[in-house]
């Protein structure tokens, strides 16, 4: 394949913006910020998770706390009208006044004990209330810290993406610069030899490959003509040659 020696020079031109392109790709891909998000995500799902817990174990204690007070409640008001029978001298019975007695004493012990179980439901509220108000106090914090992180990642990517689209116009117009067929090569060894078709001889090495042309190679580029296009004997891209190539 020939093509002149300013569109082989051009092609370089191409590659370097390739290279800036497949740069900013990478960037875009490893922003800090995307691995901050993710373990700032993780951290704030668990964080949630048990917030919900503490919430979700504050409304059944709530509950238990009024079921409990509900049950004290039935069991003073059984007490009081057992004790305004005793006071209104209606039962005369011996027996039946001694049961009525160990009622009310029976009825108190499990008053005491039913308030003993308010209490304790009580605690735990308190400490599910106390843990969630902490837990809700992180949350929040850490949803600060993901948005923060999500407005630097969104600044960087607005900077990547405004480079990004001025170095693709700018690779649209150079390219169109370059013959159909030596583009053409060029686009299928980039894809094939990792991003890099084409490749400046500097020094008598092959840039792409980083190898050094023997002998035998260097005399066949010398011989070849300016608009031959050679190749590298090693990797097989497009190489280049310029006023430093060491020929």
Known sequence: MNAAPADQIRLLEVQALDARIAQLDHKRRNLPEHAELERLGADLAQLRDLLVAARTEESDTARE??????DVDQVRQRAVRDQQRLDSGAVTSPKDLENLQREIASLAKRQSDLEDVVLEVMERRENAQERGAELADRVAALEAKVAEAEQRKNAELEGIDAEGFTVAKEREVLADAVPGGLLGLYDKLRAQQGGIGAAR????????CRLELNITELNEVRAAPADTVVRCENCRRILVRTADSGL
């Open 65 to 70: 706390q009024t079921k409990a007070e509900q």
């Open 201 to 208: 001889l500097y020094q008598k090495r092959c840039e792409g």
